[in-house]
């Protein structure tokens, strides 16, 4: 049979109304999906979205999100110890004296406005600023300060006692003055960092339950932000202190999101979804560089990578006795190779690593001691091999491995999960280390594993249980409180590698006294040079810090002078939160857009319209029939 030909008809009135019907329905789901796209209400602006968007309107909320990849481990100061904890304690707390963002030294921003000290060094005398209150409305006074530096050196608090080192007391002169006892003069008494907590609050609570289980869940203190939530995991939302001292804050709420895949934080920024982030990876920091309105800062601020040793020479050591020579400790410095680590490991981001004190990291004087020409050890794999062999540890029957005492040398040597950086560096370290004769069991390892077995204990004997293992630090801002992390009374405590030195001991208390900065810097670089000579630590790198925030929606970023430029985290610039606020003209992250959401509405209206416009023609049709 043949083919009829299709018949072509043209649509009916009704079909064409259904189609400009749904043509309209369509038209307003595509403007509303197309709004969700870019970020309006509850998903979020995009960066060009942003760009764009009218200031939030009277009554709606500011919000400062800001991305981490950590999250807060405890909310009490005497327990919490994670990088997020001590940020949020610096925004829900105050110190008695505060930091200059330009060279970290002292400024009258803190809880004092001003200070004296007796001819001696032993006596300093504070005097507090008279319009502070708690963020439940009490007034701060003398007798705070007083109780929470009492607290500390009675109860020998563990979380601060060591900063607190030489105050013998704190005494209550009148309602605005405070005075600081010292055994001897001590050098960093301006440089404290003991937040100062609530007499009528903590007074309450018993010393070791402070030191232990108390969660603090809604933690009163002075400053711009008090923490109102905290979603483990997840977030912490920190509420503004409108009745501020220094002024209330630029923003209604500061939002730290936690994040478990740093991409995604990095996309979410891009994006507009959170306004900063911080501990970025160095491939998504690099990308970072080239997006408009996006400020990315790489700096190092107290922090370095290191190899650590097992030099413990008390009889309940586990950790292998060639370890604890000098020389073979030296000689294994000179095998590494810190601009591979840099170039490969740490993907350009870092600095070669010389001592615990990074340069730049202070000024007049900056206290970091440099190795000169001859001194500073270079990767030289021949001289490693040398050194080894004069100190008596050669490989004497040709099979590649060294001996000590008959015995092939086998170290182990760990690399935490989850550090990817350090994992690749420890791998070039195996390799090296190989290099030079020595049989190197690398393994990853949980961060558990490290407190296990650094502080582990066989019944009432210590006996650290480790060969060599990789990590990071994160210094202090004086360096008083990182060089007394070495010293021999810290054995058992802070100091790793159980390492005992008289004249890094001698020059640590030489430093901690002397009051005259620069007579002070030349003992702390004595300290450093006890410690290269040693070696008890590989300073490996330096790593930079990877952080960006958005300056095309916000302004009033304080950017710290040394280190490299830091906007906030590791005591640099935590006014920034206080100071920064939305551009003018654009929407900061988490605000609502009234004329993106006026267009839903009429999106909306729209499509009620229509669905009434097809009632009635329909009910018109079933009349007409």
């Given amino acids: 049979m043949q083919a009829q030909p299709e018949r072509i008809t043209q649509p009916s009135r009704r079909a064409r109304r259904l189609r400009l019907a749904a043509g309209l329905v ?67 707390y105050e110190y008695l004296v505060e930091r200059r963002p330009e060279d970290f030294g002292p400024g009258p921003d803190g809880i004092a406005e001003s200070w004296e000290s007796s001819p001696d060094g032993k006596t300093w005398t504070f005097h507090l600023h008279k319009n502070i209150t708690w963020q439940d409305g009490q007034p701060l006074t003398a007798d705070d300060v007083v109780f929470t530096y009492n607290y500390v050196i009675d109860n020998e608090m563990p979380a601060f006692s060591g900063t607190a080192k030489g105050i013998t007391k704190a005494v209550k002169v009148d309602d605005y003055t405070v005075q600081l006892v010292t055994d ?68 209604d709420e500061l939002i730290f999101q936690i994040y478990k895949n740093p991409s995604t ?77 840099v170039s490969i490991a740490y993907g350009g981001y870092a600095v070669p690593g010389t ?92 961060e558990g594993v490290y407190n296990d077995r650094i502080w582990n204990y066989v019944g009432d004997t210590y006996a650290p249980d480790f060969d060599m293992y990789l990590w990071t630090w994160y210094g202090y801002a004086d360096p008083t409180q990182t060089l007394d992390s070495y010293t021999t009374a810290q054995i058992e405590g802070w100091n790793e590698p159980c390492w005992s030195n008289v004249a890094y001991d001698g020059a640590y208390q030489l430093q901690a006294r002397e009051l005259d900065p620069q007579k002070r810097a030349a003992h702390v670089y004595d300290a450093q040079e006890a410690m290269y000579a040693d070696n008890p630590q590989s300073i490996t790198v330096y790593p930079k810090l990877l952080q960006a925030v958005n300056t095309a929606k916000w302004d009033g970023w304080i950017y710290n002078e ?45 499509v009620i319209l229509v669905v009434v416009m097809l009632a009635r023609r329909r009910r018109r049709a079933v009349e007409e029939a």
């Fill in 26 to 92: 369509a038209g307003a789901v595509a403007a509303v999906a197309a709004l969700a796209f870019l970020g309006a209400g509850p998903f979020g602006l995009s960066a060009r979205a942003a760009a764009a968007s009218a200031s939030p309107s009277p009554g709606e909320k500011v919000v400062l999100r800001i991305g981490v990849t950590e999250d807060v481990d405890n909310l009490n100061p005497f327990v919490g110890y994670t990088e997020l904890a001590f940020e949020v304690f610096s925004q829900n």
């Fill in 184 to 251: 001897k003069p001590k050098s960093n008494i301006l440089r404290l960092w003991i937040p100062i907590l609530p007499k009528h609050i903590w007074e309450k609570i018993q010393p070791k339950t402070a030191a232990t289980t108390y969660r603090n869940a809604l933690p009163v203190g002075s400053g711009p932000f008090q923490v109102v939530e905290w979603k483990r995991g997840s977030y912490l939302r920190l509420q503004a202190n409108k009745e501020y001292w220094q002024g209330a804050p630029g923003v």
């Fill in 265 to 341: 934080m990095v996309a979410d920024l891009a994006a507009g979804r959170i306004d900063a982030a911080h501990n970025i990876p160095p491939a998504e920091f690099t990308k970072l560089k080239n997006t408009p309105g996006i400020k990315a800062i790489a700096f190092v601020m107290f922090n370095w990578d290191y190899l650590n040793f097992n030099c413990y020479t008390g009889a309940g050591s586990l950790g292998d006795p060639v370890l604890k020579d000098a020389k073979f400790r030296v000689a294994l410095d000179y095998a590494i190779d810190r601009e591979k680590l």
């Fill in 355 to 446: 001592t615990v004190l990074p340069p730049d990291n202070w000024k007049d004087p900056d206290f970091h001691w440099q190795p000169p020409a001859g001194v500073l050890r270079t990767f030289d794999l021949e001289k490693a091999k040398s050194l080894l062999d004069e100190a008596g540890y050669k490989d004497t029957d040709g099979d590649g491995t060294r001996e000590y005492k008959g015995k092939p040398i086998k170290l182990r040597l760990w690399a935490p999960a989850g550090a990817i950086q350090t994992q690749s560096a420890a791998k070039l370290i195996t390799g090296w280390f190989g290099d030079i004769g020595l049989d190197i069991d690398f393994q990853v390892v949980d």
């Fill in 562 to 606: 040394l280190g490299g430029g830091q906007a906030f985290f590791r005591g640099a610039s935590q006014k920034s939160y206080l100071t920064v606020k939305p551009k003018a003209g654009v929407e900061a992250a988490g605000t609502s857009s009234t004329w993106i959401w006026a267009l839903v509405a009429a999106g909306a209206v729209i």
